[in-house]
């Protein structure tokens, strides 16, 4: 049974000092999974960093984890005394058995490397893991969209609170659809939903907003493929009363100078209007009011 995920950073969570699209939300997502006697699963980080000849073990750890905060990751491994481990930790220069086990004392973890799975998108690193599962960026996935199906398959098959969480980041991230409810029977590859799904309104008195997108609940039906990603998606569309509400709102948000619009500022808006790369148009509430 899988107690302990170890992830590998460069190459595999971020590329220089970017992390890789969807990482996060997917590091995010696995923070809430449990193991399958329901147990919490526990995450940490094995990092790899060429250092000087005579550094200290300090030096170099707290370098890495000026890079790490870089990264906009640090979070995520909190606290990172215990769930950051770099080969020096174990006295070597890199990731071999030994600094797996480290990273397992660092963590205060009772499974043996047997409990753990190490991600990795580096060929020599996942070869330095030979003793753990490994699930490798670029072989087994290939976006971090995908990872935490993948992982909830392989960690506890039953746990439908695991699956939940991991299909909300794939439609997020692939499908622009958000997550509001699932049923499904255990194993089925089948799966009823319900989420807010991005629909264009249109209607006379819409002005500049003819045409923006807004979200609305619809139902949807989920074939999973034999990975347990989405195969198929096929969704409904909003009733004819969520739409006339839509409508509507948009039209009072306008009238109230409330969205702000290229032509108009709205300096108190409550909402805004977002262009995507294929000009497609989307009605957002702003994350905070500001007065300037």
């Not at 919490?40 to 984890?65: D, K, N, R, Y």
């Not at 049923?183 to 799966?191: A, D, H, T």
């Not at 198929?232 to 969520?242: C, N």
Request: with cysteine; proline share 7%.
């Amino acid at each position: 049974m899988l107690r302990v995920l170890m992830f590998d950073l460069n190459e595999t969570l971020v590329h220089g000092r970017t992390p890789l699209p969807h990482a996060r939300e997917a590091l995010e997502a696995l923070e809430g999974f449990h193991t399958a006697d329901d147990g919490p699963l526990m995450t940490c980080l094995l990092g790899e960093v060429e250092a000087p000849i005579g550094s200290g073990v300090e030096a170099v750890f707290q370098s890495f984890l000026e890079e790490l905060e870089e990264c906009g990751l640090a979070d995520l491994f909190d606290p990172v005394e215990q769930r950051v481990t770099l080969p020096q930790h174990a006295g070597l220069d890199k990731l071999e058995r030994r600094a797996f086990e480290t990273a397992l004392q660092r963590l205060g973890a009772g499974p043996g490397l047997e409990e753990c799975l190490f991600v990795t998108g580096n060929p020599a690193r996942a070869a330095a893991a030979a003793d753990l599962e490994t699930l490798r960026l670029g072989e087994d996935f290939s976006q971090w969209a995908d990872a935490p199906l993948l992982l909830a398959s392989r960690i506890a098959p039953l746990s439908e609170e695991n699956f939940e969480r991991a299909l909300r980041v794939q439609l997020a991230a692939v499908h622009q659809l958000d997550l509001v409810s699932v049923q499904r029977q255990p194993g089925s590859r089948m799966v009823r939903a319900r989420v807010k799904k991005w629909i264009p309104l249109t209607g006379i008195r819409l002005g500049p907003l003819e045409g923006v997108h807004v979200q609305l609940p619809v139902e949807a039906e989920i074939k999973l493929d034999v990975a347990g990603r989405p195969e198929s998606i096929q969704d409904g569309v909003p009733s004819a009363a969520d739409m006339e509400e839509a409508t509507a709102f948009a039209r009072g948000l306008l009238e109230n100078r409330q969205v702000r619009l290229a032509s108009s500022p709205a300096p108190a808006a409550t909402h805004e209007v977002e262009t995507d790369p294929r000009g497609r148009r989307f009605l957002k509430r702003r994350a905070f009011y500001s007065a300037a």
